[in-house]
Structure formats: C-alpha cells, structure tokens
C-alpha cells in the first residue's frame, strides 16, 4: 500500500464517523425546524426577549425606531419567529 493510498485510508476512517454524527443532526434538524412556528404571539414574544408584554407593544408601536418584526391582521398582531430571533441577535450586536 502506498503512502497516499495509506493517508487516505486514515482519513476516510477518520471522517466517517463524523459523517454518520452530522446525518444525525441533520435529521434532527429536520424535526426541530417543523416544530418552530411560523409566527408567535406578543406574549411568547415577550417570554423569549425577557420584556413584558407592554413593552413590546410599545416597541410595535414605535416600529420606526425600533424595527421589531411584526404582521396586524386586525386587531391581532403575530410576530414573525425567525425574524424576531434575528431581529434580537441584531439588537445584541448592536450594544
């Protein structure tokens, strides 16, 4: 067996269980990302920022300024959940 031959061998056994963990995780991926919701309420908005409801409403309210992510339908308001997550990671950044 030549060395490259040997190199590639230990590489391939190296890789392969790595391999195997990310299908794994990938899979689970899968199940996770249809279990997100499309969209949450003021409420869980509230519970994931650690702000109280009022407060993001007040957000909502003053959306120029703060650029919260959210859909009126309505009366009712529904806040993008990708985005809002996003929208948070922009605002911790930004500190």
Do not use: C
């Amino acid at each position: 067996m030549s060395i490259e031959e040997t190199i590639f061998e230990a590489v391939r056994k190296a890789v392969e269980p790595l391999e195997k963990k990310i299908e794994q995780l990938e899979s689970r991926n899968v199940e996770v990302n249809q279990e997100v919701p499309q969209t949450i309420t003021v409420a869980e908005a509230a519970k994931i920022s650690g702000f109280g409801k009022t407060k993001v409403y007040d957000m909502i309210e003053r959306y120029e300024e703060t650029g919260i992510p959210f859909i009126k339908h309505g009366n009712r308001i529904r806040i993008p959940y990708q985005t809002f997550l996003a929208w948070i990671n922009n605002q911790q950044q930004a500190m």
